[in-house]
């Protein structure tokens, strides 16, 4: 059965790097019937689609993040990154790493929240 | 203010029926079958209702079903159970080639 876990820092000091993993267990990220993305939730605030990324390494970006996020993917490791730069208090959410197919999230991991403050 | 339009809270008792609508325009909903569902529950890992509008993948109880209506969307949840009682949110795939979300809909059980 497919799990994905979050992890990473829980605070971020403001114009720093926040930098998650999402390890995946029970399935492959080469597998090239899913793509794999992260959203987030700021306390009390609906969903935003923060981007995603292919088994063959294409990304796509939610461009109201202009251009401060990075997804990446460690084959070997099974494990899919988000870096967000320059973080301001805007940036603090819930952040969930999920598995897609038909731009949908099949699979969700349970989130981590990461706090932005001095 | 997200880009799709849900009701803040609906509610219903133990074997009703709800319908949670999702509004959006003619750059999303109207324009693709990309509509999802997700329930949200404390503590629990977000879990996926309904995917290309209709579909409900293995798992997921044919009490909840999925519609769509030009630019507007719809969970319907039969016979209401008291573990339904959750957040719920829809998604669409947008013409921006981004995927956008509603502002969830808090459903009580009564």
């Known amino acids: 059965q497919l799990q994905l876990q979050e992890s990473g820092p829980g605070l971020v000091r403001p114009s720093e790097t926040l930098s998650l993993t999402c390890s995946i267990s029970g399935g492959s990220i080469s597998n090239s019937v899913y793509y794999w993305g992260w959203i987030r939730q700021p306390p009390g605030k609906g969903l935003e689609w923060i981007g995603d990324i292919y088994y063959s390494g294409n990304t796509n970006y939610n461009m109201s993040l202009k251009n401060r996020v990075i997804i990446s993917a460690d084959t070997p490791q099974n494990q899919v990154s988000l870096r967000v730069t320059s973080v301001t208090v805007a940036d603090t959410a819930v952040y969930f790493c999920?598995?897609?197919?038909?731009?949908?999230?099949?699979?969700w991991g349970p989130g981590t929240l990461v706090t932005v403050s001095s | 203010q997200s880009a799709l339009t849900q009701p803040a809270s609906v509610s219903g008792s133990p074997g009703q029926s709800i319908t949670i609508s999702c509004t959006g325009s003619s750059s999303d909903i109207a324009l693709y079958m990309f509509v999802s569902w997700y329930q949200f529950r404390p503590g629990k890992a977000p879990k996926m209702l309904i995917y290309d509008v209709t579909h409900r993948p293995s798992g997921i109880s044919n009490r909840f079903s999925g519609s769509k209506s030009d630019n507007t969307a719809s969970l319907t949840i039969s016979g209401l159970q008291t573990e339904d009682e959750a957040d719920y949110y829809c998604s669409s795939y947008s013409s921006s080639n981004t995927l956008v979300f509603g502002g969830g809909t808090k459903l009580t059980v009564l």
């Open positions: 999920a598995r897609f197919n038909s731009r949908a999230a099949f699979q």
